[in-house]
């Protein structure tokens, strides 16, 4: 069996989805958890971009192990010498240097020749070499790149000392022939004494991103990048979840073996979808709700006899299956926080104190708290901006006319109470908000779901809003309330999105 590393860049292509904006917390959570799954190497970041991302790759250096923590760079030694910085504290430190190849990308992009990009590839990858041990480049746009040149761009960066090569469908313009043609020609024709490793990067713009990175493992790529749930620009990356199940599947086939640890693969798409506000599709591949749904008569019938006959997958080998038994009022706090242990958390003991105080109040409303409770329970407390908090919130309904709210908002010390109508009661929430916070964005995406099923589940409402330069912001509100949850996950928007204009 040939080993092939994941590389997951959730935290750098996927915060680049439009929307997107994980805080410091959520990057090292999930940091977390893509450890315990089994990920080889993680991109942190792309720490020169803000000092926000230098912090969060620091943290996560300081937080992970067992894998390996890569920083992007540009071709500039202020990106590396960042990137060194925020990588001084990780056990397995990686530096990713990358620049655009492609004919379109060099001229109107960079604004440089040919000559000038294999110069700054030469000088840059050597001064990153001198810096970290494994030096990773990519030629940006690669698919689009003249193949000779872009043979002689990586020629450049191996002898400069770059070790793994990743080739980046930066548009998502490949397909799996074209893209597994060119690792065939680089094994082949790229001379080194060392191991070079192969790594691919795609995107999903045709909806090949999956098929292409497999395609480029058949043609002797080691490393495939990708996202957790297929997040990232546009139409997002190469999910992981997908490579990890098709070469257990398909090992047969691939005779290839990843380090995942595939029943963690539910908790892992589960958080990020919470945490990113990007829910996953019920058709999605692997992690889909309705991946293991057999609606149809005969498919029903042939699975009763032999799940084989319609599942590929059981719900078992990828964690969907819970059988643990759900808590309730009187479980106690050593039951809440083993329970919270075995779903991945650990935290210290006074913030344990701080969600077990919640975990009561809720237990009071609802009569089984089920896991995803105790996720929602734990991100709902942590994901709010602490800066801005719901405080009360009021309402007064009429059929066929104005619905009119009163809300306060808490800042620090400081309390705001204003009103509002609307033409519903959300919007006459949202109204009223808008009018403490003096914001005026375009509500761009609402969206309400129940955690789990059951008339006593909790609401987690998702928002995205817009300000005049395009900008998108998420928001995530969780309540046992409909309309609470609604409030939360506005104000939680508009804070985040106005904090973020404020850095600029
Ligand atoms: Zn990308």
Redesign the pocket.
């Known amino acids: 069996m040939r080993k092939v590393q994941l590389f997951d860049t959730t935290l750098r292509?996927g915060d680049q989805t439009p929307g997107v904006n994980f805080n410091i917390q959520e990057k090292v959570q999930i940091a977390r958890q893509l450890e315990r799954w089994g990920i080889d190497a993680i991109e942190a970041g792309f720490p020169v971009a803000s000092p926000g991302d230098f912090e969060a790759v620091r943290e996560i250096a300081n937080s992970v192990e067992k894998m390996r923590v890569v920083g992007l760079a540009r071709c500039q030694k202020k990106d590396i010498d960042r990137a060194y910085e925020a990588l001084k504290g990780a056990k397995l430190p990686q530096i990713h240097v990358f620049i655009a190849t492609s004919p379109v990308h060099m001229e109107y992009k960079l604004k440089m020749t040919p000559d000038e990009v294999l110069e700054s590839i030469a000088e840059h990858v050597s001064y990153a070499k001198e810096k970290f041990e494994l030096v990773q480049f990519s030629p940006e746009d690669a698919t689009r790149t003249e193949p000779e040149f872009l043979r002689i761009a990586i020629q450049t960066a191996v002898d400069a000392g770059a070790r793994i090569i990743n080739i980046?469908d930066?548009v998502g313009y490949s397909n799996p022939n074209e893209y597994g043609a060119i690792f065939r020609k680089l094994k082949k024709e790229i001379v080194c004494d060392e191991e070079i490793i192969y790594s691919s990067?795609c995107?999903d713009d045709l909806g090949m991103a999956t098929a292409n990175a497999l395609a480029a493992i058949e043609n002797g790529a080691s490393r495939v990048e990708g996202t957790v749930n297929g997040i990232?620009?546009r139409a997002g990356?190469t999910a992981l979840e997908e490579i990890a199940l098709a070469l257990y599947i398909r090992k047969d086939y691939y005779e290839a073996q990843t380090k995942i640890v595939l029943n963690e693969t539910k908790k892992t798409s589960d958080l990020v979808s919470r945490l990113s506000g990007v829910a996953v599709p019920r058709n999605k591949a692997v992690v889909g709700s309705n991946a293991y749904a057999h609606e149809s008569g005969i498919h029903q019938d042939g699975f009763l006899k032999n799940p084989n006959t319609y599942e590929i997958i059981t719900p078992t080998l990828v964690g969907v299956s819970d059988s643990s038994l759900p808590l309730g009022k009187l479980s106690g706090r050593h039951a809440f926080k083993a329970r919270l242990e075995k779903l991945g958390y650990t935290f210290p003991d006074e913030q344990i104190a701080k969600f077990f105080k919640s975990f009561k109040v809720l237990a009071d409303k609802k009569r089984e708290i089920t896991d995803q409770d105790l996720i929602a329970l734990i991100h709902g407390n942590q994901s709010e901006n602490p800066e801005y908090t719901i405080g009360q919130l009021q309402l007064q309904y009429v059929s066929d006319g104005y619905q009119g709210a009163i809300a306060t908002v808490n800042h620090g010390e400081v309390q705001v109470t204003d009103s509002a109508v609307g033409g519903g009661s959300i919007q006459a929430i949202y109204n009223t908000i808008d009018r403490i916070m003096k914001s005026h964005y375009k509500l761009t995406q609402y969206r309400i779901q129940a955690i789990t099923g059951g008339e006593d589940a909790q609401a987690e409402v998702h928002v995205s809003i817009q300000n005049d330069d395009g900008q998108l912001m998420n928001g995530v509100g969780i309540d046992f309330d409909v309309l609470q949850a609604s409030a939360k996950a506005y104000l939680e928007a508009v804070a985040n999105l106005k904090a973020m204009e404020g850095n600029e």
């Open positions: 292509d980046p930066t990067h995107h990232g620009e990356n």
